[in-house]
C-alpha cells in the first residue's frame, strides 16, 4: 500500500534558521505530493504541491522538489519566521484517495 | 466564499449519546472526506464519498455513520458504538478525476465526551 514517512518533531529553530523537514513515500503509479500545514485549532490548508518527478512546488518561501529516484519530497525553507510556527503534513495522492504522514511540528522561536 | 463549513466548531457530549457533526461544501466537488485526529498524531479516514448516495469505509469507520443525500453535505454520526470519541475531525473535498487534485479541509470540529 501507499505510505508516507515524515521526520518526528518537534523541531525548534530560532528565527531566521534554515528548515528542512524530510519526507519520504512509498507508492505504486505517479502519485502526486502535496505539503499541508495546519496552526494550532484550524484545519490543514495546502501550501505547496507537485504533480510530477522534478516538479519543484512553491509557496510563501517554502519549497519542494518531488524526486522520484529517492521517493522524496523534502520541505525547505532559507529563513523561518514565529509566524511558521504548526504542524506541517507530507501527503501523496494516488487516485482518489490522500495518504497522510504522522505531521511535525515546527517551532520558531524569536 | 467557495469553501467548506463544519459545524459546530466545539461539542459536548455525553457517554452513550450519538452526535451528527455537519459538512457543507459549496465548491462542487464530488468527493468528500472525514478524517479523525487525535493529538500529536497524524489523520485517519473514517468514510469518504465519490458520488451522492454512495460511500465507503476507510480505515477506521466502526462507531461512526454517514449519509450523502446531497452533494454539497457529508454529515457525519458519532455514534455510542465509539469506544473513544474524543478527538479533533475534519471534512475534506476534492475533485474526483485524477490524481492532481488537493484536498480543501473544513476549520474542523472538535469533540469531547464527558
Known amino acids: 500500500g501507499n505510505s508516507v514517512t515524515q521526520m518526528e518533531g518537534p523541531v525548534t529553530l530560532s528565527e531566521e534558521a534554515f528548515l528542512t523537514i524530510n519526507c519520504t513515500y512509498t507508492?505504486?503509479?505517479?502519485?502526486?505530493l502535496f505539503w499541508y500545514v495546519q496552526y494550532p485549532g484550524e484545519g490543514l490548508q495546502l501550501l505547496l504541491k507537485?504533480?510530477?518527478?522534478?516538479d519543484k512546488g512553491s509557496n510563501k518561501g517554502f519549497e519542494a522538489t518531488y524526486r522520484k529516484e529517492t521517493t522524496s519530497f523534502h520541505l525547505e525553507k532559507g529563513s523561518v519566521q514565529v509566524s511558521d510556527s504548526a504542524v506541517y503534513f507530507c501527503?501523496?495522492?494516488?487516485?482518489?484517495?490522500?495518504?497522510f504522514g504522522g505531521g511535525t511540528r515546527l517551532m520558531v522561536k524569536p | 466564499d467557495g469553501g467548506i463549513t463544519q459545524s459546530p466548531k466545539y461539542l459536548f457530549r455525553k457517554e452513550g449519546q450519538n452526535v451528527t457533526l455537519s459538512c457543507e461544501q459549496n465548491?462542487?466537488?464530488?468527493?468528500m472526506y472525514w478524517y479523525r485526529q487525535d493529538p500529536g498524531q497524524g489523520l485517519r479516514l473514517i468514510y469518504y464519498?465519490?458520488?451522492?448516495?454512495?460511500?465507503q469505509k476507510g480505515d477506521i469507520a466502526e462507531g461512526y455513520s454517514v449519509s450523502r443525500e446531497k452533494k454539497e453535505s457529508f454529515p457525519l454520526t458519532v455514534t455510542s458504538a465509539q469506544k473513544n470519541p474524543t478527538a479533533f475531525y475534519l471534512c475534506?473535498?476534492?475533485?474526483?478525476?485524477?490524481?492532481?487534485?488537493?484536498?480543501?479541509f473544513g476549520e474542523g470540529s472538535r469533540l469531547t465526551v464527558l
Open positions: 475534506a473535498s476534492s475533485i474526483l478525476t485524477g490524481t492532481t487534485g488537493e484536498l480543501f
Open positions: 507537485a504533480t510530477k518527478a522534478d
Open positions: 501527503a501523496l495522492r494516488a487516485g482518489n484517495m490522500l495518504t
Open positions: 464519498s465519490q458520488i451522492v448516495n454512495d460511500f
Open positions: 465548491l462542487n466537488h464530488d468527493a
Open positions: 507508492a505504486t503509479g505517479y502519485p502526486s
